[in-house]
């Protein structure tokens, strides 16, 4: 019989040492948990161990005072000038007012991105689908600004809001790579011509150079000459009209004259040999 008693004593130890270490809770550096005492907020304790009285005290949820990232994603709405997109963005945020966050909201993970995906379609039916392409971070931050004032509400501060991606239809997106292409062919058409334009500037004032320095000229044809004689395998040969230009030996009668005139000079020889015979 005392043995019998004896043990349902030490079952009931148990059961209450259970019960009193069941209110032992761990939190973590990063983790705050609130205590509610009879269905009234106590306070927020941790990080450390926590002790919480078991039946009369409860911790309802806990709160990660870090940083947190959100990836989002707008539902199908129309910008300013009335085209659909679909916007995919990542929302920073972090509870600072730990108070309001136990008390002001029922879920404040839920509450903050519901705001964002309504706030960012608002701020996209307020733009022009240009400036959501071309400026993401003029609206983003503006997205942010009044992304924080509706979070303030229930303590959380928003550090950030990226947009990730635009989908556009696929209709506007071939519309929109025609035009750049269109334009990069209109640039490349306009330096084109510029080139040219630069291109006949400078041959126009290398042509008045070599019209006034002969010198020049025939420097300039002797190498273009040589460039010939060095592209091809067989041997080329020009002969210049003006050979003196081709650089032969002075005192020669091709050094004084050149093939042109030594050409007119054989021709105006058999006039010569003509009219002195019919003088004689």
Known sequence: MNFGLLVIEVFIILIVLIILLSGIKIVKEWERIPVLVLGRFRGLKGPGIVYVIPFISQIPFRISTRLQALAFRTEQSLTKDNVPVVVDAVMYYQPVDLQKVVLSVENYNIATQLAAETTLREVIGQTVLDEVLAERD???????NIIDSKTEAWGVKVTAVEIRNVEIPHDLVEAMSRQAQAERERRARVTLAEAEFQAAQKMVEAANLYRDHDEAFMLRW?????ELGMEGKNTLMLIPVNLPAAGPISGSPLGVFGIQKMQELMQTQPKQT???QKKT
């Not at 002797?222 to 040589?226: D, E, G, L």
């Open 138 to 144: 003029k609206v983003a931050a503006l997205a942010r």
């Open 274 to 276: 003509e009219s002195e």
């Open 222 to 226: 002797m190498n273009m000459i040589y």
